[in-house]
Every structure is written in structure tokens, then in C-alpha cells.
């Protein structure tokens, strides 16, 4: 029996930076011959929520031809979305007989084989627990474990990896927050700005809280263009708030709001700022300091890495507020029937035996992800996503949700005369993922009066392409092809 030859795992996971090639200019799908030509819509009106008068997207003033000529054929800085696309393999399958077409990226990214790699490496060579162990395989897997802690605190600008907890993702790292710093924090009459636009996983865990505390969750309105209302904002903080919380990209609107500036507004009430960046941290660079982030959170699984590994990150100021939330091994440092005593932060946060391969992963995804020029990813995207939005316009009866000034690349939308399940029905057949529902964001859908819409969210992988058979696909199921 030979012994096999092992990887060298953390070699594994420092890929080598990707060189820049010359991508070939993007071209326009060709519309099939069946589908008639359509002028640029005249958009209807969406249902307004008693009160509110809808804002549909605004009518593009360039044509989809300008839009698709500001694409950056290649990107500077060392990035193409063919150079991410050659990485993940998932996209070169084929689904109903049609190339896939993810545009499913708000609810989870596809993997590189940089992450697959790692998690096969892993346990193919490097399986063991961590912290405890005195063997070489603990060592190295406590290492693998760290070197996954500081690459997030690279990744959000925080100032020590003391500051990153592993969690399971952002739903569970905002209850934790909820439940380790909230309850030992808030008081009767305490208040919690929670914008409308929210995620589910960011309003009923305060309202859990508050219910329990007897706090307040008080919710801060949208305009009609799905922003954040600033004025109402300022005016509703007040010496009761004790927390805003705010995510920095919404996932059914797109909209950024100005977390930076309202994080600062809510310090001069002394109140504490937790951002979900679950939807965020795939699509712009993230500094948490100058953010003025007091609380930050992230899934893995939206930035390319395995599902059930995300972070939190805690500000230095913040950590005697916190207590355990979860008791078990990892986070003592010692036990007896008299007296037990705690870990520091951030071990007094990780109960019991974390997910190492979901770290592993998360530090492939990451370096993958760093191996490109992030402020390029972000210009490839915002590039997209005009694209997309002239593209789109000329669907008869395509009507956008939303239409803030600064949005990430996610379009949700109604199809005149189809319910949004049946739009996503018929792209599934073309091969084209796109997810449909109240996209756990029921209220901020309902401030455009709507229970549920389809989504087409991109990522650095999509292309103008894409798009194109997007477009020609909701072409066809308008003329009832």
C-alpha cells in the first residue's frame, strides 16, 4: 500500500492570481424571428399601497445599444467575467436541453472550483477538529481555521481578527446580536429603526426581541423610488433609539442606502448600527470602520463560498455588552459545578465545534474573490446592470420594482398578464434561473402594493449575453410563443 500524495492545502488555497486576457467583445442575443419587434415600452403603473404612489423605474433615455457599448469588453485592474466564468464549472452546464443562465445570485452564488477544491482537499487530507488538539492535524486545521478568521477581517476592514465570529450565516448572526448584546442592552420604551426594506432575518428577530423586552420596533419609511427616507429617518431617532439596523443592499430593491451617513446620525444618539451585508459583500469593496458599522454580518454562500459559514463582525467598543448566547465547549475557559468562566471574544461567541470546512471554503472564496480587482467587479457590474435595465425596458408590460439612484445589480419585476411564479416557470425552460415569491422582503413588496415579483439578481460571472436571452425569453412569453 503507497501513501497518497497530500495536497498542501494551504497552498491549494492561495490560488494564484488570475492573469488578465483579452475577452471578446459582447454581443447581443439575436431576437428570434418569431418574436415581433417592440418599441421602447410605455411602462404601466404599479399598484401603489393605499397612501403611496408608486415609482416605476424611470424610461431609459439611451438605447440598450449605448448601454451594451459601455461595457467594458476588459476590465481593468486584472478582471472579465470570462476569466471568473472559466472557474465555476456549474456554468457550463446545461438545464432543459439550454446552457444554464444563473440569475439567481440574490439567493446564492455558484462555487468556483478554487472553493471545490479546497473542500475536497480538505478532507481528503486535513480533516481534524480544532483548538484542542496537540497532533500535527490539529494544528494544521487550527491554522486553515485562523487563516479563514483574518482573511475576513481583511476582507470587511476590520481592525483584528478578534473582531470576526464564525456563524452560520446572516439570519443567524443578527440573532445573535439580538440575543447576546440585545437582551442585556434594551429596556423597556428602547426603540429599533428597522427600514422597510428589510430582509425578513432583519425585522423578526427585533421583533422577538422587543416583544420579550418590551422595546419598540419602529419602522423607518421607503420613497417611492425605494430609498431609504432620509428626512423621516433623522426624524424618528431620538435618546429611546438604542439600535438602527440597515442593510447595506437590499435584495428585492437593489437600493444602497447611505449606510455611512446614517450610521453617523445614529451615533450622535448614541445608538449602536448593525449592517447586513449579506447581499452587499459579493458586489463592492466593504471598509466596516468607515462604515461606522457597529455590528456587521455576511452569509458565505453569497460570496461564493459553501452554504452554512458566514461572519459577524463585532467593533472593539462593543464587546463588554456582549454575553454568551450559546453555552457549550470552545467557549470557556473553565468549568465546574461552582463556577463556570468564559472565553474572550470572539471564542465566547463559537459554542461547540464550528463549521471548519465551511471556513476552509470561505477562505478559498475570498481569496478567489481578491484575486480579482474589486473596484472593477464593481464597475463590470454597475455596467451590467444599465445594460440590463435598458434591455429589459423594451418588454411590453415588463414593469422594474424600484428605482433608487444607487442600486447593486438586482432587477425585480412584474409581467403584465402573468403571475411572477409562471414568468419563472418559462425561464427555467430556456434554461434561465430566476427566483420568484415575496423574497422574505413582504413589506418593502408592499409598499409598491405587490405580494410577490421575479427576480433576476447578477453577479461578476453574468454577462450582456445573459441578459440578451433574458430579454428575448420575456419577449416570447409576452407574444405567447
Known amino acids: 500500500m503507497t501513501t497518497p500524495d497530500v495536497p498542501d492545502l494551504r497552498a491549494l488555497l492561495r490560488a494564484p492570481a488570475q492573469v488578465p486576457t483579452q475577452v471578446p467583445s459582447a454581443v447581443s442575443a439575436p431576437v428570434p424571428a418569431d418574436v415581433p419587434a417592440v418599441t421602447a415600452p410605455t411602462a404601466p403603473g404599479t399598484p401603489a399601497a393605499p397612501g403611496m404612489s408608486a415609482a416605476p423605474a424611470p424610461v431609459p433615455t439611451a438605447s440598450p445599444e449605448d448601454a451594451l457599448a459601455a461595457l467594458p469588453t476588459t476590465a481593468p485592474g486584472g478582471f472579465t467575467p470570462e476569466q471568473a466564468r472559466k472557474d465555476v464549472p456549474i456554468l457550463h452546464r446545461t438545464v432543459n436541453g439550454h446552457p444554464l443562465v444563473w440569475l439567481d445570485n440574490g439567493a446564492t452564488t455558484q462555487k468556483p472550483r478554487q472553493v471545490i477544491e479546497a473542500l475536497s482537499a480538505y478532507y481528503g487530507a486535513a480533516n481534524s477538529n480544532i483548538h484542542r488538539g496537540a497532533h500535527t492535524m490539529a494544528r494544521e486545521a487550527t491554522e486553515l481555521y485562523e487563516a479563514g478568521r483574518t482573511a475576513v477581517a481583511e476582507l470587511l476592514g476590520a481592525a483584528s481578527p478578534e473582531n470576526i465570529a464564525f456563524v452560520r450565516g446572516t439570519t443567524e448572526g443578527i440573532n445573535l446580536v439580538a440575543q447576546s448584546w440585545g437582551r442585556s442592552v434594551l429596556q423597556p420604551g428602547d426603540e429599533i429603526l428597522v427600514p422597510v426594506l428589510e430582509h425578513h432575518s432583519n425585522i423578526v428577530p427585533w421583533q422577538l426581541l422587543a416583544k420579550e423586552t418590551h422595546a419598540r420596533v419602529v419602522p423607518v419609511p421607503l420613497t417611492p423610488e425605494g430609498e431609504i427616507d432620509q428626512k423621516a429617518y433623522a426624524d424618528l431617532l431620538s ?52 462604515l461606522g458599522a457597529d455590528f456587521y454580518v455576511f452569509s458565505g454562500h453569497k460570496l461564493f463560498a459553501p452554504t452554512g459559514i458566514g461572519a459577524l463582525y463585532t467593533a472593539p467598543g462593543m464587546t463588554e455588552a456582549m454575553r454568551p448566547w450559546q453555552g457549550g465547549g470552545n467557549m470557556i475557559e473553565s468549568v465546574s459545578f461552582e463556577r463556570t468562566t468564559f472565553a474572550p471574544m470572539p471564542h465566547l461567541l463559537e459554542a461547540g465545534t464550528g463549521h471548519i470546512s465551511g471556513v476552509v471554503g470561505l477562505l478559498a472564496a475570498i481569496d478567489w474573490l481578491r484575486s480579482f480587482d474589486r473596484e472593477a467587479v464593481a464597475a463590470y457590474e454597475n455596467a451590467l446592470m444599465a445594460y440590463a435595465t435598458q434591455t429589459m425596458a423594451t418588454v411590453p408590460g415588463l414593469e422594474v420594482i424600484g428605482s433608487a439612484a444607487e442600486r447593486i445589480a438586482v432587477l425585480t419585476f412584474t409581467l403584465a398578464g402573468h403571475d411572477p411564479a409562471s414568468v419563472a416557470d418559462w425561464l427555467d425552460r430556456d ?51
Open 431 to 481: 434554461g434561465i434561473a430566476v427566483r420568484a415569491g415575496h423574497h422574505c422582503a413582504q413589506p418593502a413588496l408592499a409598499h409598491y402594493g405587490l405580494e410577490s415579483a421575479a427576480r433576476a439578481s447578477f453577479a461578476l460571472y453574468n454577462t450582456s449575453d445573459e441578459v440578451d436571452q433574458l430579454v428575448a425569453s420575456l419577449r416570447r412569453m409576452r407574444a405567447g410563443a
Open 239 to 290: 435618546a429611546r433609539t438604542q439600535l438602527v439596523v440597515v442593510s447595506q443592499a437590499s435584495n428585492v430593491l437593489g437600493t444602497v442606502p447611505p449606510v455611512a451617513e446614517m450610521a453617523a446620525l445614529a451615533h450622535r444618539y448614541d445608538a449602536r448600527v448593525l449592517v447586513d451585508g449579506a447581499q452587499a459583500v459579493a458586489h463592492m469593496p466593504v471598509d466596516v470602520q468607515q
